[in-house]
C-alpha cells in the first residue's frame, strides 16, 4: 500500500494564490491593487480554500496573508452596492460568508495570520478566527460594518466577544473603530504585534515551530479549543448572518454605499 499523502490541486482558485514550503502552505488574498478587498469570485474562493487545506493531507500548518501592503479591507464597495440590488445574490453571499468562518472553525490544522495594512470588516474576521495573528504595530483592524449601515455579520460578533471581553467588543463592534496593530496586541485581539522588518521571520519560526512539532497533539487540541467555541458560534452567527442579509436592504446601508462612492459622510436617517 502506497504511503503517499494526498495533496490538493490549487490551480483552480485565480483570486487566492497558494504555495507550498515543504508541510506548510501559505494562501496570499491575491488582489492588492484594491488591498486585497473582496469581490464575489474571492468571496466564493474563500468559501472553499479551509475545506481543501482539511483534505491536503501534505499540509500540517497554514499562513494566511495578504500580497502587497494589505491583509484584506474587507469588501469592494462595488460588489457591496450590488448586494441590495439582488436578493438572491445577497442571500448567498451570506451563506458563503457563514461557511467560511465555519470551515476555518472546523479546520483543525492550525492557521497563522500575517497581517500588513488593513483588516478591515470580514479581512478583520479572517485574521482573528486565525489561531495566531502576527501584525505590523502600524497594521489598522476594523470590523466597521455599522458605519456603512450594516449588521456584523461575517463572524465579529462570534470572535470580538471570545477574544476581548463583551464590554470592548461592543465599544468596537457599536461604533466601528478601528485599533492599530499595538492596541490590537495589547488588549488581546491578536497575538503580537511585530516590527515589519521582523514579521516574517516570526510567522516563518512559528509555522516552521507547528510543523515540526506533535502534529496530531498541536490538532487535537486546537480540536478541542473550538468545540466550545463552535457551540456558542453557531446561534450567533446565524443571528448575525440573517440580521446582515436583512441590513444590506435597508435606506441606510444604501445612504452609505453611496457616499462612499461619492468620498462623502453618510447620513443615516433609521430606516
Known amino acids: 500500500m502506497s ?12 483570486m487566492l494564490q497558494v504555495t507550498r514550503d515543504e508541510r506548510i502552505v501559505t494562501v496570499t488574498i491575491n488582489r492588492p ?25 501534505a499540509c500540517d500548518v497554514i499562513v494566511l ?11 469592494d464597495i462595488s460588489w457591496m452596492r450590488e448586494q441590495w440590488q439582488n436578493m438572491p445574490m445577497s442571500t448567498a453571499a451570506n ?33 482573528v478566527c486565525c489561531d495566531f495573528v502576527y501584525a ?31 464590554a470592548r467588543a461592543r465599544r468596537y463592534l457599536l461604533t ?6 499595538a492596541e490590537a496586541a495589547e488588549i ?10 521582523e514579521i516574517d521571520a516570526v510567522v516563518d519560526a512559528m509555522a516552521r515551530r507547528m510543523a515540526s512539532g506533535a502534529i496530531y497533539a498541536v490538532r487535537f487540541t486546537k480540536a478541542a479549543i473550538n468545540a466550545g467555541l463552535k457551540v456558542t458560534a453557531n446561534p450567533v452567527m446565524g443571528v448575525a448572518t440573517y440580521s446582515e442579509n436583512l441590513s444590506q436592504f435597508t435606506n441606510d446601508n444604501r445612504a452609505a454605499a453611496d457616499a462612499f462612492v461619492n468620498k462623502e459622510k453618510p447620513t443615516f436617517t433609521g430606516s
Open 3 to 14: 504511503d503517499k499523502k494526498r495533496t490538493v490541486d490549487y490551480s483552480r482558485y485565480e
Open 33 to 57: 491593487e484594491v488591498r486585497n478587498a473582496l469581490n464575489g469570485a474571492l468571496h466564493e474562493e474563500l468559501g472553499d480554500i479551509f475545506g481543501d487545506l482539511n483534505r491536503d493531507e
Open 65 to 75: 496573508t495578504g500580497a502587497g501592503k494589505s491583509f484584506c479591507a474587507g469588501g
Open 95 to 127: 451563506r458563503t460568508g457563514r461557511r467560511i468562518q465555519q470551515s476555518m472553525l472546523d479546520l483543525e490544522k492550525p492557521i497563522i495570520a500575517k497581517v500588513r495594512g488593513h483588516a478591515v470588516g470580514l479581512g478583520c474576521s479572517l485574521a
Open 136 to 166: 505590523t504595530p502600524d497594521a489598522a483592524f476594523a470590523d466597521p460594518h455599522v458605519k456603512v449601515g450594516l449588521v456584523a455579520g461575517d463572524g465579529g460578533a462570534v470572535m470580538w466577544p471570545q477574544l476581548v471581553g463583551y
Open 176 to 181: 466601528g473603530d478601528s485599533l492599530t496593530g
Open 188 to 197: 488581546g485581539l491578536i497575538t503580537e504585534a511585530v516590527p515589519e522588518a
